[in-house]
Protein backbone atom coordinates (compact mmCIF):
# COMPACT_ATOMS: atom_id res chain seq x y z
CA UNK A 1 0.00 0.00 0.00
CA UNK A 2 1.38 3.54 -0.73
CA UNK A 3 1.54 4.57 2.78
CA UNK A 4 4.31 7.34 3.23
CA UNK A 5 5.58 7.24 6.34
CA UNK A 6 2.86 5.26 8.74
CA UNK A 7 -0.19 4.20 7.98
CA UNK A 8 -3.47 3.99 10.82
CA UNK A 9 -6.63 2.51 10.70
CA UNK A 10 -10.42 3.59 11.81
CA UNK A 11 -13.26 5.70 12.02
CA UNK A 12 -16.85 6.55 13.96
CA UNK A 13 -20.76 6.70 13.13
CA UNK A 14 -22.78 7.24 9.63
CA UNK A 15 -25.51 9.25 8.59
CA UNK A 16 -25.14 11.66 5.48
CA UNK A 17 -25.79 12.83 2.16
CA UNK A 18 -27.87 10.05 -0.12
CA UNK A 19 -28.29 11.27 -4.19
CA UNK A 20 -29.88 8.74 -6.17
CA UNK A 21 -30.92 9.66 -9.65
CA UNK A 22 -32.70 8.20 -12.57
CA UNK A 23 -33.10 4.53 -13.41
CA UNK A 24 -31.36 1.94 -15.08
CA UNK A 25 -27.98 -0.39 -15.04
CA UNK A 26 -25.28 0.13 -13.45
CA UNK A 27 -23.55 -2.68 -14.25
CA UNK A 28 -23.70 -6.71 -15.92
CA UNK A 29 -26.26 -8.61 -15.39
CA UNK A 30 -29.17 -5.88 -14.91
CA UNK A 31 -28.08 -4.82 -11.45
CA UNK A 32 -29.44 -1.42 -10.86
CA UNK A 33 -27.52 1.16 -8.30
CA UNK A 34 -30.72 2.93 -8.15
CA UNK A 35 -32.50 -0.38 -6.42
CA UNK A 36 -33.01 0.25 -2.78
CA UNK A 37 -31.90 -3.50 -2.18
CA UNK A 38 -28.96 -2.94 -3.61
CA UNK A 39 -28.33 0.72 -1.99
CA UNK A 40 -29.09 -1.69 1.10
CA UNK A 41 -26.26 -4.23 -0.10
CA UNK A 42 -23.59 -1.00 -0.23
CA UNK A 43 -24.80 0.70 2.96
CA UNK A 44 -23.78 -2.50 4.58
CA UNK A 45 -20.77 -3.36 2.84
CA UNK A 46 -19.32 -0.12 4.19
CA UNK A 47 -20.85 -0.95 7.76
CA UNK A 48 -18.81 -4.37 7.66
CA UNK A 49 -15.37 -2.53 6.45
CA UNK A 50 -15.95 0.15 8.79
CA UNK A 51 -15.98 -1.98 11.91
CA UNK A 52 -13.11 -4.09 10.63
CA UNK A 53 -11.21 -1.30 10.07
CA UNK A 54 -12.20 0.88 13.06
CA UNK A 55 -10.95 1.15 17.01
CA UNK A 56 -12.98 1.34 19.07
CA UNK A 57 -15.18 3.16 17.33
CA UNK A 58 -15.87 2.58 13.40
CA UNK A 59 -14.20 4.14 10.30
CA UNK A 60 -15.30 8.10 11.18
CA UNK A 61 -16.13 8.37 7.63
CA UNK A 62 -16.80 7.07 3.89
CA UNK A 63 -18.05 8.76 0.89
CA UNK A 64 -19.55 6.35 -1.53
CA UNK A 65 -20.47 6.75 -5.69
CA UNK A 66 -21.00 4.95 -8.60
CA UNK A 67 -21.86 6.09 -11.96
CA UNK A 68 -22.87 3.94 -14.66
CA UNK A 69 -22.56 4.22 -18.33
CA UNK A 70 -26.10 6.04 -18.87
CA UNK A 71 -25.16 8.93 -16.22
CA UNK A 72 -27.34 7.41 -13.40
CA UNK A 73 -25.36 7.73 -10.01
CA UNK A 74 -25.61 6.88 -6.20
CA UNK A 75 -23.46 8.85 -4.03
CA UNK A 76 -23.67 8.43 -0.10
CA UNK A 77 -21.67 9.73 2.60
CA UNK A 78 -21.68 7.36 6.04
CA UNK A 79 -20.34 9.49 8.68
CA UNK A 80 -18.51 12.25 9.48
CA UNK A 81 -15.90 14.44 7.85
CA UNK A 82 -15.60 16.14 10.91
CA UNK A 83 -15.54 13.91 14.40
CA UNK A 84 -15.31 16.83 16.88
CA UNK A 85 -18.20 19.06 15.43
CA UNK A 86 -20.55 16.08 14.11
CA UNK A 87 -20.51 17.19 10.42
CA UNK A 88 -21.73 14.89 8.30
CA UNK A 89 -19.15 13.56 4.89
CA UNK A 90 -20.68 15.10 1.81
CA UNK A 91 -20.11 15.13 -1.67
CA UNK A 92 -18.40 18.27 -1.48
CA UNK A 93 -15.88 17.71 0.83
CA UNK A 94 -12.29 17.89 -0.21
CA UNK A 95 -9.61 15.23 0.52
CA UNK A 96 -5.77 15.08 -0.04
CA UNK A 97 -5.87 12.57 -2.68
CA UNK A 98 -2.16 10.99 -1.99
CA UNK A 99 -1.30 8.72 -4.54
CA UNK A 100 -3.74 9.64 -7.11
CA UNK A 101 -1.11 12.28 -7.77
CA UNK A 102 0.66 10.29 -9.41
CA UNK A 103 -1.96 10.07 -12.65
CA UNK A 104 -1.41 13.48 -13.25
CA UNK A 105 2.22 13.39 -13.26
CA UNK A 106 2.01 10.37 -15.55
CA UNK A 107 -0.03 12.69 -17.13
CA UNK A 108 1.90 15.49 -18.03
CA UNK A 109 4.91 13.36 -18.96
CA UNK A 110 2.43 11.53 -21.30
CA UNK A 111 1.86 15.22 -23.34
CA UNK A 112 5.80 15.71 -23.20
CA UNK A 113 6.45 12.49 -25.05
CA UNK A 114 3.74 13.61 -27.35
CA UNK A 115 5.59 16.74 -28.02
CA UNK A 116 8.86 15.11 -28.85
CA UNK A 117 10.36 16.62 -25.94
CA UNK A 118 11.26 12.96 -24.42
CA UNK A 119 10.79 9.07 -24.51
CA UNK A 120 9.28 6.73 -22.06
CA UNK A 121 12.38 4.83 -22.91
CA UNK A 122 14.78 7.33 -22.05
CA UNK A 123 17.10 6.49 -19.56
CA UNK A 124 16.68 8.93 -16.55
CA UNK A 125 20.69 9.86 -16.41
CA UNK A 126 19.80 11.80 -19.83
CA UNK A 127 18.07 14.52 -17.61
CA UNK A 128 19.99 16.77 -15.57
CA UNK A 129 17.93 16.79 -12.08
CA UNK A 130 20.42 17.43 -9.31
CA UNK A 131 20.67 14.17 -7.93
CA UNK A 132 22.96 11.14 -8.57
CA UNK A 133 20.82 8.25 -9.24
CA UNK A 134 23.25 4.96 -9.49
CA UNK A 135 22.71 2.72 -12.48
CA UNK A 136 20.71 5.78 -13.72
CA UNK A 137 21.64 5.28 -17.40
CA UNK A 138 19.67 1.46 -17.38
CA UNK A 139 16.60 2.87 -15.38
CA UNK A 140 14.16 4.46 -18.20
CA UNK A 141 11.08 6.88 -17.71
CA UNK A 142 8.82 3.79 -18.43
CA UNK A 143 10.42 1.68 -15.61
CA UNK A 144 9.85 5.03 -12.60
CA UNK A 145 5.98 5.58 -14.14
CA UNK A 146 5.35 1.52 -13.74
CA UNK A 147 6.81 0.83 -10.65
CA UNK A 148 9.67 -1.62 -12.25
CA UNK A 149 12.66 0.56 -11.42
CA UNK A 150 13.68 -1.44 -8.78
CA UNK A 151 14.75 1.79 -6.75
CA UNK A 152 14.29 1.72 -2.82
CA UNK A 153 11.65 2.95 -1.64
CA UNK A 154 11.71 6.88 -0.22
CA UNK A 155 9.29 6.58 2.26
CA UNK A 156 10.88 3.77 4.16
CA UNK A 157 14.83 4.94 4.65
CA UNK A 158 16.29 4.46 7.77
CA UNK A 159 16.73 8.75 7.25
CA UNK A 160 13.05 9.29 6.86
CA UNK A 161 12.38 7.26 9.58
CA UNK A 162 14.72 9.59 12.09
CA UNK A 163 12.43 12.24 10.96
CA UNK A 164 11.15 13.00 14.27
CA UNK A 165 11.63 16.43 14.45
CA UNK A 166 9.25 16.62 11.48
CA UNK A 167 5.79 19.00 11.36
CA UNK A 168 3.05 19.84 9.11
CA UNK A 169 5.24 23.28 8.34
CA UNK A 170 8.58 21.56 7.73
CA UNK A 171 9.88 21.87 4.54
CA UNK A 172 11.96 18.99 2.81
CA UNK A 173 14.32 18.86 0.50
CA UNK A 174 12.73 16.06 -2.76
CA UNK A 175 16.32 15.73 -3.75
CA UNK A 176 17.63 14.48 -0.34
CA UNK A 177 14.57 12.40 0.16
CA UNK A 178 15.86 10.30 -3.00
CA UNK A 179 19.04 10.49 -2.22
CA UNK A 180 18.44 8.38 0.81
CA UNK A 181 16.48 6.14 -1.18
CA UNK A 182 19.29 5.68 -4.18
CA UNK A 183 21.59 4.98 -0.93
CA UNK A 184 20.03 1.76 -0.16
CA UNK A 185 20.25 -1.73 -1.96
CA UNK A 186 17.49 -2.10 -4.95
CA UNK A 187 15.09 -4.61 -4.93
CA UNK A 188 15.99 -5.97 -8.33
CA UNK A 189 17.52 -4.85 -11.49
CA UNK A 190 15.54 -2.31 -13.58
CA UNK A 191 12.85 -4.17 -15.45
CA UNK A 192 13.19 -7.07 -13.84
CA UNK A 193 10.12 -6.83 -10.98
CA UNK A 194 7.19 -4.96 -9.94
CA UNK A 195 7.86 -3.56 -6.31
CA UNK A 196 5.53 0.41 -5.52
CA UNK A 197 8.02 2.73 -5.27
CA UNK A 198 7.35 6.64 -4.58
CA UNK A 199 10.95 7.24 -5.07
CA UNK A 200 10.61 6.86 -8.96
CA UNK A 201 7.84 9.56 -9.18
CA UNK A 202 9.52 12.24 -7.07
CA UNK A 203 12.51 11.76 -9.89
CA UNK A 204 9.42 12.24 -12.51
CA UNK A 205 8.60 15.80 -11.29
CA UNK A 206 12.19 16.85 -11.20
CA UNK A 207 12.42 15.70 -15.13
CA UNK A 208 9.85 17.50 -15.67
CA UNK A 209 10.76 20.17 -14.25
CA UNK A 210 14.33 19.94 -16.21
CA UNK A 211 12.55 19.19 -19.26
CA UNK A 212 10.21 22.25 -19.57
CA UNK A 213 12.03 24.85 -17.10
CA UNK A 214 9.00 25.34 -14.43
CA UNK A 215 7.48 24.01 -11.61
CA UNK A 216 5.72 20.56 -11.82
CA UNK A 217 2.72 22.55 -10.05
CA UNK A 218 2.19 25.00 -12.73
CA UNK A 219 2.54 22.45 -15.29
CA UNK A 220 -0.73 20.51 -13.43
CA UNK A 221 -2.35 23.48 -13.65
CA UNK A 222 -1.87 24.82 -17.14
CA UNK A 223 -1.90 21.49 -19.35
CA UNK A 224 -4.79 19.39 -17.18
CA UNK A 225 -6.48 21.21 -14.50
CA UNK A 226 -7.51 24.01 -16.05
CA UNK A 227 -8.29 22.84 -19.70
CA UNK A 228 -10.56 19.56 -17.93
CA UNK A 229 -12.18 22.03 -16.29
CA UNK A 230 -10.78 20.64 -12.58
CA UNK A 231 -12.06 23.63 -10.54
CA UNK A 232 -11.82 21.60 -6.97
CA UNK A 233 -8.45 20.23 -7.53
CA UNK A 234 -5.12 21.83 -6.52
CA UNK A 235 -1.47 21.22 -5.92
CA UNK A 236 -1.03 22.86 -2.38
CA UNK A 237 2.30 24.99 -1.24
CA UNK A 238 1.00 25.08 1.97
CA UNK A 239 -0.99 22.47 4.48
CA UNK A 240 -4.01 24.44 4.02
CA UNK A 241 -7.10 22.64 2.71
CA UNK A 242 -10.03 24.49 0.69
CA UNK A 243 -13.71 24.48 1.85
CA UNK A 244 -15.19 21.96 2.79
CA UNK A 245 -12.55 19.99 3.85
CA UNK A 246 -12.51 16.48 5.53
CA UNK A 247 -10.44 16.00 8.64
CA UNK A 248 -8.21 12.75 8.25
CA UNK A 249 -8.06 10.46 11.07
CA UNK A 250 -5.53 7.27 12.72
CA UNK A 251 -5.78 5.39 15.72
CA UNK A 252 -3.95 6.33 18.95
CA UNK A 253 -2.41 3.86 21.37
CA UNK A 254 -6.17 3.29 23.03
CA UNK A 255 -7.54 2.78 19.70
CA UNK A 256 -9.21 6.11 19.78
CA UNK A 257 -9.29 8.37 16.59
CA UNK A 258 -6.96 11.70 16.57
CA UNK A 259 -7.16 13.65 14.12
CA UNK A 260 -4.04 13.28 11.36
CA UNK A 261 -5.19 15.75 8.65
CA UNK A 262 -1.45 17.76 8.62
CA UNK A 263 0.91 15.20 10.06
CA UNK A 264 3.12 14.95 6.80
CA UNK A 265 4.04 18.55 4.89
CA UNK A 266 3.45 18.83 1.32
CA UNK A 267 7.42 19.39 0.55
CA UNK A 268 7.67 16.04 1.45
CA UNK A 269 5.11 14.09 -0.71
CA UNK A 270 5.28 16.46 -4.12
CA UNK A 271 4.63 14.75 -7.16
CA UNK A 272 4.34 11.56 -5.45
CA UNK A 273 1.30 12.57 -3.33
CA UNK A 274 0.46 16.22 -2.38
CA UNK A 275 -2.37 16.78 -4.53
CA UNK A 276 -6.43 17.81 -2.79
CA UNK A 277 -9.50 17.31 -4.97
CA UNK A 278 -13.69 16.60 -4.12
CA UNK A 279 -14.98 13.37 -6.02
CA UNK A 280 -16.89 15.25 -8.22
CA UNK A 281 -13.28 16.11 -10.13
CA UNK A 282 -11.83 13.09 -9.32
CA UNK A 283 -14.65 10.92 -11.00
CA UNK A 284 -14.39 12.63 -14.37
CA UNK A 285 -10.68 12.76 -14.08
CA UNK A 286 -10.31 9.19 -13.45
CA UNK A 287 -12.15 8.07 -16.38
CA UNK A 288 -10.65 10.37 -18.62
CA UNK A 289 -7.37 9.35 -17.88
CA UNK A 290 -8.05 5.58 -17.84
CA UNK A 291 -9.89 6.07 -21.75
CA UNK A 292 -6.41 8.00 -22.35
CA UNK A 293 -8.01 11.32 -23.25
CA UNK A 294 -5.76 13.49 -21.09
CA UNK A 295 -3.25 14.19 -23.80
CA UNK A 296 -1.40 10.82 -24.30
CA UNK A 297 0.73 10.46 -27.50
CA UNK A 298 -1.39 9.30 -30.85
CA UNK A 299 -2.58 5.49 -30.00
CA UNK A 300 -0.93 5.23 -26.31
CA UNK A 301 -3.58 3.49 -24.22
CA UNK A 302 -1.97 3.15 -20.38
CA UNK A 303 -4.64 -0.10 -19.62
CA UNK A 304 -2.29 -1.94 -22.77
CA UNK A 305 0.45 -1.12 -20.50
CA UNK A 306 -0.66 -3.12 -17.51
CA UNK A 307 0.94 -6.23 -16.28
CA UNK A 308 -0.22 -8.51 -13.89
CA UNK A 309 2.36 -9.22 -10.58
CA UNK A 310 -0.38 -11.02 -8.45
CA UNK A 311 -3.44 -12.42 -9.15
CA UNK A 312 -5.13 -10.35 -11.36
CA UNK A 313 -3.93 -7.03 -9.87
CA UNK A 314 -1.57 -5.01 -12.20
CA UNK A 315 0.38 -1.80 -12.59
CA UNK A 316 1.06 0.24 -15.95
CA UNK A 317 1.99 4.02 -16.86
CA UNK A 318 0.78 5.49 -13.59
CA UNK A 319 -2.46 3.44 -13.78
CA UNK A 320 -3.39 0.58 -11.11
CA UNK A 321 -5.37 -2.32 -12.59
CA UNK A 322 -7.44 -4.15 -10.37
CA UNK A 323 -8.55 -6.89 -12.59
CA UNK A 324 -11.58 -7.75 -14.21
CA UNK A 325 -11.49 -4.39 -16.37
CA UNK A 326 -11.45 -1.99 -13.53
CA UNK A 327 -8.61 0.22 -14.09
CA UNK A 328 -7.72 3.20 -12.12
CA UNK A 329 -5.97 4.53 -8.31
CA UNK A 330 -5.97 4.07 -5.04
CA UNK A 331 -3.90 6.75 -2.98
CA UNK A 332 -3.14 6.50 0.91
CA UNK A 333 -1.51 8.13 3.63
CA UNK A 334 -1.77 9.49 7.16
CA UNK A 335 -5.33 10.01 7.37
CA UNK A 336 -6.47 9.46 3.84
CA UNK A 337 -7.58 6.34 1.72
CA UNK A 338 -8.74 6.82 -1.84
CA UNK A 339 -9.92 4.74 -4.38
CA UNK A 340 -11.86 4.81 -8.11
CA UNK A 341 -12.10 2.63 -10.49
CA UNK A 342 -13.66 2.73 -13.98
CA UNK A 343 -14.91 -0.56 -15.66
CA UNK A 344 -13.86 -0.54 -19.99
CA UNK A 345 -16.66 -3.28 -19.49
CA UNK A 346 -19.46 -1.79 -17.99
CA UNK A 347 -18.53 1.77 -18.25
CA UNK A 348 -19.34 1.79 -14.41
CA UNK A 349 -16.94 4.11 -12.20
CA UNK A 350 -16.36 3.43 -8.06
CA UNK A 351 -15.25 5.45 -6.18
CA UNK A 352 -14.83 5.23 -2.57
CA UNK A 353 -12.71 7.88 -0.06
CA UNK A 354 -12.03 7.30 3.66
CA UNK A 355 -11.15 9.32 6.28
CA UNK A 356 -8.42 6.80 8.01
CA UNK A 357 -5.79 4.84 6.13
CA UNK A 358 -5.25 1.60 6.93
CA UNK A 359 -2.15 -0.94 7.11
CA UNK A 360 -4.26 -3.87 6.38
CA UNK A 361 -4.20 -5.12 2.96
CA UNK A 362 -6.21 -4.37 0.47
CA UNK A 363 -6.78 -1.08 3.00
CA UNK A 364 -10.03 -0.12 3.62
CA UNK A 365 -11.19 2.18 0.45
CA UNK A 366 -10.18 -1.01 -1.70
CA UNK A 367 -11.88 -3.18 -0.03
CA UNK A 368 -15.28 -1.28 0.46
CA UNK A 369 -14.44 -0.67 -3.93
CA UNK A 370 -13.66 -4.49 -4.03
CA UNK A 371 -17.47 -5.66 -2.58
CA UNK A 372 -19.28 -2.53 -4.14
CA UNK A 373 -17.76 -3.90 -7.61
CA UNK A 374 -19.26 -6.89 -7.04
CA UNK A 375 -22.49 -6.00 -6.24
CA UNK A 376 -22.96 -4.00 -9.72
CA UNK A 377 -21.37 -6.52 -11.69
CA UNK A 378 -21.71 -9.85 -9.93
CA UNK A 379 -18.94 -11.83 -12.49
CA UNK A 380 -16.49 -9.50 -11.14
CA UNK A 381 -14.11 -9.84 -8.41
CA UNK A 382 -11.59 -7.43 -8.80
CA UNK A 383 -8.44 -7.86 -6.02
CA UNK A 384 -8.10 -11.66 -6.56
CA UNK A 385 -4.91 -11.56 -5.01
CA UNK A 386 -2.41 -13.56 -2.41
CA UNK A 387 -1.63 -10.43 -0.82
CA UNK A 388 -5.09 -8.76 -1.18
CA UNK A 389 -3.91 -6.68 -4.04
CA UNK A 390 -1.75 -4.07 -2.46
CA UNK A 391 -0.54 -1.19 -5.21
Known amino acids: MNT ?18 GHGSAGAAGTSITDPGVQRSIAAIVAKNRAIYGGRTPVPGVLVGVWDAQGRSYVHGFGYADLLKKR ?38 KFDIGVVVPNAKNITIRQILDMRSGLFEAYQTPEMGKQEGINPNSTMDQREIIRWAVAQKPYFAPGHGYHYSNTGYLIAGLIIEAVTHDTIAHQIQTRLLVPFKLTETSVPSTQAMPKPWAHGYGLDAKKDWQDETSVLPVSAMGPAGDMISDASDTERWIKLFVLAKTGEPKGFS ?26 GYTGGLNGYNTAEYYSTKTGTLVLVWVDVQSAKSPGVANAIFRDIAHIVDPTSHPFNAKDGGTI
Request: proline residues 2%; aromatic residues 8%; contains cysteine.
Open 4 to 21: FVRASAAVSCAVALSISI
Open 88 to 125: PLTIADHFRIGSNTKTFTASVMLQLAREGKLSLDDPIS
Open 302 to 327: AIKQCKTFDGNVGFGIGLACAGDNWY
